[in-house]
């Protein structure tokens, strides 16, 4: 396994261990210590990119869903457990409350509740498919979108146009990206994407 595989499984393993203490199934905690992995190169498209890419997409759904990732940054599972009680298209507002993973719903992965202001451009797009309520991205029964669905109508959206294939995640980096390039204070940058931690958001200071 790479370095990186390894610290994900021990991270599983630390919080496990850390649980169990809690619960007074063991009374110390053995030292876990992380391997050293490099720098991780990341994806992003600068704003003709994402431009380009948005001109290319003619279905209502996918086109408001990769919008809204590009201008929001939500993560991925963020996206797909939105729900219409969540955004607030008259105070140009969302709301973070839940995750869906795997198929899954709960809180989002710092599990605090984060508020993000909506362009003119996402609230047009948004108002044009508004619901009183359920799932903003879902099937016609009104369930969420699937990953694997989702996932793959992406790639071969970019695999059809010519474009280099990317992920939902690069969608994620191309907000944080534009925002540091534009000299947004990376603290702002921190606190829309929901890290909790300002080290995992630095990554993206070099841009500005």
């Known amino acids: 396994m790479a370095p990186k595989t390894i ?15 809690e619960w007074s199934v063991i009374d110390k905690i053995p ?3 992380l391997l050293k992995v490099p720098p991780s190169h990341f994806d ?3 704003p003709e990119e994402s431009q380009h890419l948005l001109q290319s997409i003619h ?8 919008l809204l990732a590009l201008k929001t940054g939500l993560r991925y599972g963020e996206l797909l457990a939105l729900q219409w009680a969540d955004i607030d298209l008259n105070l140009k507002m969302l709301a973070v409350r ?3 993973v795997r198929g899954l719903i709960g809180s989002p992965k710092s599990n605090k509740a984060r508020y993000i202001p909506l362009t003119t451009e996402v609230c047009e797009t948004l ?9 903003v991205f879902c099937g016609i029964n009104g369930q969420p979108l699937s ?6 109508v992406l790639r071969e959206h970019c695999i059809k146009n010519s474009f280099r294939v990317i992920s939902w995640h690069v969608l994620r980096h191309s907000f944080a990206s534009q925002l540091s390039a534009a000299g947004t204070p990376i603290t702002a940058v921190q606190a829309l994407l929901g890290h909790s931690d300002i ?6 200071s070099h841009l500005s």
Request: hydrophobic share 30%.
């Open 59 to 66: 279905n209502p759904l996918w086109y408001a869903m990769v």
């Open 147 to 152: 990953y694997h669905n989702t996932e793959r």
């Open 31 to 33: 030292i876990i210590k």
């Open 44 to 46: 992003f498209l600068n």
């Open 7 to 21: 610290n994900n499984h021990l991270t599983i393993l630390r919080k496990c261990l850390r649980s169990a203490q």
């Open 127 to 135: 108002n044009s498919r508004y619901r009183e309520n359920g799932y």
């Open 199 to 204: 080290s995992t958001t630095m990554r993206y």
């Open 98 to 100: 839940r995750s869906n």
